[in-house]
């Protein structure tokens, strides 16, 4: 994922999220189960959500049913969050009008966002020139030809311009999504919808790692899993290949070849980023010392943390902090910290 420099900004209440004719349900449902559901018990402004589209007409929705909208682009345009969840062809040229009202939302200080191939849509009303940004793996070379002022990089999760944010397909949607109400409320908010919805708060990596990774069998798949739980319950550990082969009961090289189809990466790049994300927790609830949480987490020296940080998260550790820290906290000397539990 790439983060900006860090900022705090107030919530913005007001979301709206276009539909069209023959799309697909899935992140449409993502945006109204993060922003549509009243959450009165986290004790914070929530977001007002408008569903719009083009036209009034009823749209038809993948799976053989059909959904009626009842704002149009006027409204959409009008939100502090404008979300854009696809295009309805990715060669095809985006309607004027759904241009019009992006770049009318963007005009009037919105945060425009997109899932998936809704960057073309981005792409095509000029938001995304001279930016980088990020669609699903299968259409960032189509993205980049379509529109070589768009730095496109195909290997993130999502990318946070501030002003302007693109993500992934699909499920990289809800990390961008719980990323936004982490921006507006904060991480306790954002872990606890995160936690409502079953999924993790922080996900490492980025779309490299899902192209073309084959399914491991059931028995390569099952020693693979049992390392990877050991590892995980050990990161504050040294941690080497023969270790972990050891635990799965294979050999080193066999370890490693089966590692890697089953996750589509080596595994001390797996360790590294699941130290990481264990950072992310102690970052935003601790006052303790980066070198703490450094050695809390499993990095031999504080040097390395920040490296492996810095390349996994785009901005330090200590940037982090100051965008995602909890208002009040323990001072470093009041809490002692361990590596969090999963």
């Known amino acids: 994922m790439l983060l900006p420099p860090p900022t705090r900004r107030r919530a913005r209440r007001g979301v709206s999220v276009l539909a069209f004719d023959g799309m697909s349900p899935f992140e449409l449902g993502c945006v109204v189960e993060v922003f549509g559901i009243p959450r009165p018990e986290l004790r914070v402004p929530w977001y007002e959500l408008a ?8 749209l038809r929705v993948v799976g053989g049913f059909t959904m009626r909208v009842e704002h149009g682009l006027d409204v959409l345009a009008e939100a502090g969050t404008v979300i854009v969840p696809g295009v309805p062809d990715v060669r095809d040229e985006v309607s004027p009008r759904v241009v019009a009202a992006l770049r009318r939302a963007h005009e009037r200080g919105a945060r425009v966002v997109s899932i998936c191939s809704g960057a073309f849509a981005l792409a095509a009303a000029g938001l995304l020139d001279d930016r980088e940004a990020t669609t699903h793996w299968r259409y960032a070379e189509l993205l980049q ?44 908010v954002a872990n606890e919808v995160a936690r409502r919805l079953v999924i993790p708060p922080h996900r490492e990596g980025g779309q490299a790692q899902f192209i073309q990774a084959a399914v491991a069998p059931v028995r390569e798949g099952a020693a693979v899993t049992a390392a990877m739980t050991w590892a995980l319950d050990h990161l504050a550990e040294p ?15 066999t370890f490693i070849r089966h590692f890697k189809r089953q996750t589509g990466t080596s595994p001390l790049r797996w360790v590294i980023s699941q130290r990481v994300a264990a950072s992310l927790t102690l970052l935003e609830s601790t006052s303790a010392p980066v070198e703490e949480i450094a050695s809390a987490v ?44 999963r």
């Open 239 to 253: 941690i080497t290949i023969a270790v972990l082969a050891e635990v799965a009961r294979v050999s080193q090289r």
């Open 51 to 58: 569903v719009c589209a083009e036209s009034p007409a009823d």
């Open 145 to 188: 030809q379509r529109f070589p002022r768009v730095r496109v990089d195909p290997d993130v999760l999502y990318v946070d311009g501030e002003d302007v944010l693109t993500s992934a397909g699909s499920a990289a949607g809800l990390d961008l999504l719980i990323h936004l109400v982490r921006k507006d409320h904060g991480p306790g």
């Open 298 to 341: 499993g990095f031999d020296s504080p040097a390395t943390f920040r490296h492996h940080f810095t390349r996994a998260m785009r901005t330090s550790p200590s940037a982090y902090r100051r965008a995602f820290r909890t208002p009040a906290g323990p001072a470093p000397s009041d809490r002692e910290i361990t590596t969090p539990a």
